[in-house]
Each structure stands twice: as C-alpha cells, then as structure tokens.
C-alpha cells in the first residue's frame, strides 16, 4: 500500500487541490495524509484568529476523515509567518520518515502568497533531509514529489500529469470539502468549489476523461494520464 503526503501551508489548501486525487487514491486502497503547516486562522474576516483556528483544526480534521485520509498540522506555526528554516523542514522531515510516503504533493513554487512558496521549499528540504543518513534515524528517500494546482500559485505553473479523478471520488471530495467555511465562500466570497470543479472539468478535457487534476514535477517532462496508484 503506497502513502502520498500533501503538505499544504494552510488548513484547505490541499483539501482543496489534492483532495480529489487523495479520495481516488484512497478509494484504491491507498494511504493518504494531509499536513497543514499552520492553521490558517487568519483568513477570516470577521472571526478573531484564535476563533478560527478552532474552526479550522476542526474542519481539517473532519474533511481527511470524510475522504478515508489521516490529519496532522503544526498548530503552533502562525498563518501569514511561515519561514523557511531548517528547524520547521526537520519537523518535516521527521513525519516523512515515520509515514514513508512513496509521493509527496506540495505548493508550486511560485505564488501570490508567501506562505504558499515557504511552504513549497520546505517540502522540498523536508524531502532531501529526510533522505539523507542521520545517526540514529532511517531515511527515507520520497520517490516523487509534485506541485499542486493552485489559483493562488498559478505563475509558471504547467502540468506534466494529469491524474483521473472518478465520479466517486469528486462526490467524496465535494461533500468533504462543502463542510469547510472558506470552501463554501464564507469568508471573501470566493467561490473555491465551483472554481475547482471547473478547473477538473477542464483538465479532464485535456486528459480526455470526465474530471482530472493537473500535477507539476520539479522539471519539464510531457504529461502523462495516470491515478496515483496505491500499490
């Protein structure tokens, strides 16, 4: 059975974008973990951050338990003033090595949210530094690691593989994701669920099947249709 690790730098953020791909590979009989590295709590308008964090660990939980995924956030780490040090890639790092995840998924690299980019470098790090021999601990190289698609990340962005997602697997992701406040344009007013169901729309065009997620690899190859498969 093969993990796939999705770290996100907020809570949702790859509910949102990963999540349908997570419920397809679970429903292969996959293992899927989400990590948050902070909460989120400061993207409410009206909700003081100590409120929303609350709501948010909440919600998190509850969407990776809806798919069949496991949960875990580093609630200590402040949305907004996430950095890139080696002590938050070590924590990472320290996760990779105790789930084994044979696929990482992380941020594209380029984003109108700086949480978002520290985000992606430290899943990277965390990837080296936990294949790297450490006296006393097992390393665990990652065998892949991609970008996922994100609105607020989208600069350079171009897929390299499509990944199918069936009508099991978004009926899942919809109602799990419907459960989270922001999701549901709560908050700005954005409408996250329509967006990224159009979006899985399209790339299923493009993929030639009926919904598919778009992924990114650190290099340039040519995009392949494949699931994320669990064995």
């Given at each position: 059975?093969?993990?796939v690790?999705?770290?996100?730098?907020?809570?949702?953020?790859?509910?949102?974008?990963?999540?349908?791909?997570?419920?397809e590979?679970?429903?292969?009989g996959?293992?899927?973990?989400?990590?948050?590295?902070t909460?989120?709590?400061?993207?409410?308008?009206?909700?003081?951050?100590?409120?929303y964090?609350?709501?948010?660990?909440?919600?998190?939980?509850?969407?990776?338990?809806?798919?069949?995924?496991?949960?875990?956030?580093?609630?200590?780490?402040?949305?907004?003033?996430?950095?890139t040090?080696?002590?938050?890639?070590?924590r990472?790092?320290?996760?990779?090595?105790?789930?084994?995840?044979?696929?990482?998924?992380?941020?594209?690299?380029?984003?109108i949210?700086?949480?978002?980019?520290?985000?992606?470098?430290?899943?990277?790090?965390a990837?080296?530094?936990?294949?790297?021999?450490?006296q006393?601990?097992?390393?665990?190289?990652?065998?892949?690691?991609?970008?996922a698609?994100?609105?607020?990340?989208?600069?350079?962005?171009t897929?390299?593989?499509?990944?199918?997602?069936?009508?099991?697997?978004?009926?899942?992701?919809?109602?799990?994701?419907?459960e989270q406040?922001?999701?549901?344009?709560?908050t700005?007013?954005?409408?996250?669920?329509?967006?990224?169901?159009?979006?899985?729309?399209?790339?299923?065009?493009?993929?030639?099947?009926?919904?598919?997620?778009?992924?990114?690899?650190?290099?340039?190859?040519?995009?392949a249709?494949?699931?994320?498969?669990?064995?």
């Amino acid at each position: 059975m093969k993990t796939v690790l999705a770290i996100g730098a907020h809570i949702g953020d790859m509910d949102l974008t990963a999540g349908p791909m997570l419920a397809e590979h679970i429903l292969g009989g996959g293992r899927a973990v989400i990590l948050a590295l902070t909460p989120g709590e400061r993207g409410h308008p009206k909700l003081d951050p100590d409120t929303y964090k609350k709501q948010k660990l909440a919600e998190g939980r509850q969407f990776a338990h809806d798919i069949g995924a496991e949960f875990a956030c580093f609630d200590d780490l402040s949305d907004g003033y996430l950095t890139t040090g080696d002590e938050v890639a070590e924590r990472i790092a320290a996760l990779i090595r105790d789930i084994r995840p044979h696929t990482v998924i992380a941020h594209w690299r380029h984003s109108i949210h700086s949480d978002h980019e520290n985000a992606s470098v430290l899943a990277e790090r965390a990837r080296f530094l936990a294949g790297l021999p450490q006296q006393g601990l097992t390393r665990h190289p990652v065998t892949a690691l991609y970008y996922a698609e994100n609105w607020e990340d989208a600069e350079g962005f171009t897929p390299s593989r499509y990944v199918p997602v069936s009508a099991a697997a978004y009926d899942a992701w919809r109602a799990a994701i419907a459960e989270q406040a922001f999701a549901r344009g709560e908050t700005y007013g954005f409408r996250y669920i329509d967006y990224y169901t159009a979006q899985m729309t399209m790339r299923g065009c493009l993929a030639g099947t009926e919904r598919a997620c778009a992924l990114a690899f650190p290099s340039h190859e040519r995009p392949a249709v494949t699931p994320l498969r669990a064995g």
